[in-house]
């Protein structure tokens, strides 16, 4: 029998990243995100680290793993399912919720 590997789209998974002053943070919930799929070698999330000021991921570098596949996302550019809850929140390649026990705002 032949073991065929089905190559499955990554899952989005879209973390809060706080900018109240001007220097960004990552967040408790989110650098906790981060270390488990850096530390499980997990390839499969597309991470969005999402701001709510026009800001990037650039001054947070030294804070992520260089293994993972990061993109920054500001606040009004999240798709509208995310909009309505609470972050974290992952969706798969359909726009739906991946996953259960999301908390909305």
Sequence with gaps: MKHTEVKQQPLSLYL?????????RLPLHTSITLFLLSYCECSSFKVFLVFTKPASSQS????????LDVS?????????LVKGC???AALDETGGFAGQGWRWS
């Design 60 to 67: 947070l570098k030294s804070q992520l793993a260089e293994c």
């Design 16 to 24: 809060e990243v706080c900018s109240e002053t001007e220097e960004p």
């Design 72 to 80: 920054d996302m500001q606040l009004e550019d999240l798709p509208q």
């Design 86 to 88: 609470r972050l974290p």
